[in-house]
């Protein structure tokens, strides 16, 4: 299976979806309807950030599926390969549920669930990763042709005994004269198998995309107490009167068989699975850009700034505004100067200073107050200036770049 999301394509035909390019065995999604009535019997902006977009993107942009799945019904994960595969191809309706975790056989990574094995093929020259196991050929029985010794005489233990026999003979291909049989609408010969399917075994066969799902027929129908049987490379049909047709849950069979591991795991990080986790979330509707005036708010208990444009923040980061003795002072003010670097040098409070190169200078006051990069710290939030507001680098270019000359500025406690 070609695991590529991106890459997928779908045709419907004949109430069969294809998904993809797929080697003849590989399932097709079959009509979901038909699938439940054939199993039915069994079942804050960190500082200096830029700023952000006036209309923001759709959530959308930055959704995915899953990558993972946890299954109540069973207490298992299933994901990746796996989950692509299964999700694409019916999930629990083609296949059942996940029932162990992945393993290790025969080289490879498995995993079973309620009606199917899924095989980790990463090799496979046609990209198809996932195979389906051939689980109907390990349901063959050692041979017994004719009946064994039955303790007692009753006639229970000779029907049984019998019946396990007739099982077994119907792993015998047909022979020449059986198999010249003309094909109609209640019988059909297939000769990759040497076996036939008949009535309603197949027209769920046929229905469910016949070898592409089930496989070929490898027994005749056969009957144990009371039940009609037949199996196939990758399943097996039953039904019984006044009962349609069901898919046997080989898989939970085969696990109990080999004694594999089916307790419930822990869910960990993956979410439950529903059907949700695959819609997209509808684009987020574009917001209207702000407008008004474009103004400046700067916190000194907080030491936190604000750039707004009308009552609608635009950005914002935490400060250095004056430390004690050198107090930022509060008020309204205007900027009336820019300077995209000066070296500030002098003498405040009896403190000599010398700073070179100051980027993104933008003074507010007659006497020296700026609010300008700061490249020297990075202890925004406490106040460590002469008087000045520091800014992140980045938080002040962009800054520079929105507020004109003429901007007010609110400064308070």
Not at 104 to 118: E, I, K, M, P, S
Request: proline letters at 9%; glycine letters at 10%.
């Amino acid at each position: 299976m070609d695991t590529n999301r991106g890459d997928e394509r779908r045709q419907r035909f004949g109430g069969v979806f294809e998904r993809g390019a797929r080697p003849p065995w590989a399932p097709r999604l079959v009509v979901f309807g038909l699938l439940a009535l054939l199993l039915s019997p069994a079942a804050t902006m960190a500082q200096g950030t830029s700023p952000p977009a006036i209309q923001p993107a759709s959530t959308a942009d930055n959704w995915a599926p899953p990558s993972s799945v946890f299954v109540p019904a069973t207490g298992q994960t299933i994901a990746g390969a796996f989950l692509d595969f299964w999700h694409g191809n019916g999930a629990a309706t083609a296949y059942g549920n996940p029932i162990t975790p992945e393993l290790q056989q025969n080289g490879h990574t498995v995993q079973y669930l309620d009606y199917a094995r899924f095989e980790l093929w990463p090799d496979d020259p046609n990209g198809n990763v996932v195979h389906l196991g051939s689980i109907g050929t390990e349901l063959r029985p050692y041979t017994v042709l004719r009946p064994p010794p039955v303790m007692g005489s009753s006639a229970k233990g000779r029907d049984t005994a019998n019946e396990m026999v007739k099982a077994a003979r119907a792993w015998l291909p047909l022979d020449a004269k059986a198999a010249a049989r003309p094909t109609d609408d209640t019988w059909r010969y297939v000769p990759a198998t040497k076996h036939s399917v008949a009535n309603g075994f197949k027209a769920l066969w046929e229905r469910t995309g016949d070898v592409n799902y089930l496989g070929n027929p490898l027994t005749e129908e056969f009957i144990l107490q009371g039940v009609t049987y037949q199996v196939f490379e990758r399943g097996e049909l039953a039904w019984s009167r006044g009962k349609a047709p069901w898919l046997v849950p080989v898989g939970d069979q085969l696990a109990k068989r080999y004694k594999l591991p089916t307790a419930p795991v822990a869910q960990g990080d993956s979410p439950t699975y529903s059907e949700d986790l695959w819609t997209p979330p509808a684009p987020a509707k574009p917001q209207p850009a702000p407008s008004g005036e474009r103004w400046i708010e700067v916190n000194l208990s907080t030491q936190y700034l604000i750039a707004w444009q009308g009552n609608v923040s635009v950005n914002e980061t935490y400060v250095s505004t004056g430390r004690a003795g050198f107090d930022t002072p509060a008020g309204t003010f205007y900027i009336n100067n820019k300077l995209v670097s000066q070296t500030m040098a002098g003498v405040i409070g009896g403190e000599e200073y010398n700073v070179p190169d100051v980027p993104w200078v933008m003074y507010f006051t007659d006497v020296g107050h700026a609010l300008h990069g700061t490249y020297w710290h990075n202890n925004f939030g406490t106040p460590m200036s002469h008087g000045c507001v520091n800014l992140p680098m980045d938080f002040a270019e962009w800054l520079y770049g929105w507020a004109n000359i003429g901007t007010r500025v609110e400064i308070h406690s």
